[in-house]
């Protein structure tokens, strides 16, 4: 779960897939310190500021390379041909109505979601700039001309008070938290990356087990077993204070 279950990474490519006209591309996404590189095909050029806009929503994000896209239409332009003879009859085809107008069509349905996700950046940066939800873990994704928040914050009252922030941004119709849970701490919890990962790093205090840290992360002490198995410990009853724990997805 979210914050502390996925790296930045698989957050922005959750995002992506999201998104109607980009889900079934297979783009990939890696992430370290907060540099986000998406590589992979797009149909067209038109794609690229619609992947940037979604990525710059997700919370952690600094800046998103996509040098690693390349679109179709550029990979398969034909080359150049050689010059007619000059009694040569060359007849030009002309576009087609309905490839103009699918065209046209796709344009808009780029634009428009272009524009919903500029609103959900918007409203990621007014969470930001509260000080109460600042250190939040917070993503925000669009759906229509609603965002939809994910994340953690410490009490009821931030809960409110991210809903109302959220409200009072241009262009949002609606807001949906029931991706937002309350956790004590979720501030200081989800505080420390890797930097390699973008795995949550928690330090092991005086009397923790890995069931209560578990506990503290996913809500389920049960899944002491996964955080054992990604940290390679063979002894779940052997941890010390000191020890910093990657927190797996």
């Known amino acids: 779960m979210w914050p502390f279950g996925k790296s930045t990474a698989d957050r922005v490519k959750d995002a992506l897939n999201e998104q109607p006209r980009l889900k079934d591309l297979g783009l990939q996404v890696q992430e370290r310190g907060g540099a986000v590189s998406v590589s992979g095909m797009v149909p067209n050029s038109r794609y690229m500021n619609l992947i940037r806009v979604i990525a710059e929503g997700i919370n952690g994000v600094k800046s998103v ?3 690693g896209v390349t679109a179709q239409e550029e990979a398969a332009a034909p080359a150049q ?4 003879a000059p009694d040569a009859t060359v007849t030009e085809i002309a576009p087609t109505t309905g490839n103009m107008n699918a065209s046209a069509d796709m344009d ?3 634009k428009q979601a272009e524009d919903r996700s500029r609103v959900a950046k918007a409203v990621l940066s007014a969470i930001r700039s509260n000080g109460e939800l600042a250190d939040d873990p917070i993503d925000v994704l669009q759906s229509g001309s609603s965002v939809i928040l994910r994340g953690v914050v410490d009490n009821d009252h931030e809960k ?3 809903e109302q922030v959220a409200r009072g ?3 949002v119709s609606g807001v949906d938290i029931s991706g937002v849970r309350v956790a ?3 501030k200081e919890m989800a505080k420390e990356k890797d930097q390699e990962s973008g795995d949550t790093v928690y330090t092991v ?3 923790d087990s890995l069931s209560a840290i578990a506990q503290k992360f996913y809500g389920d002490p049960m899944q002491y077993k996964k955080i054992a198995h990604y940290n390679n410990i063979s002894n779940p009853d052997l941890i010390h204070p000191g020890d910093r724990l990657r927190i797996p997805g």
């Open 160 to 162: 409110r008070l991210l």
């Open 108 to 110: 808009a349905e780029i």
């Open 205 to 207: 205090k005086p009397g």
């Open 184 to 186: 004590q701490g979720a």
């Open 65 to 67: 390379d996509l040098s």
């Open 169 to 171: 941004v241009d262009g």
């Open 81 to 84: 041909p050689a010059p007619a």
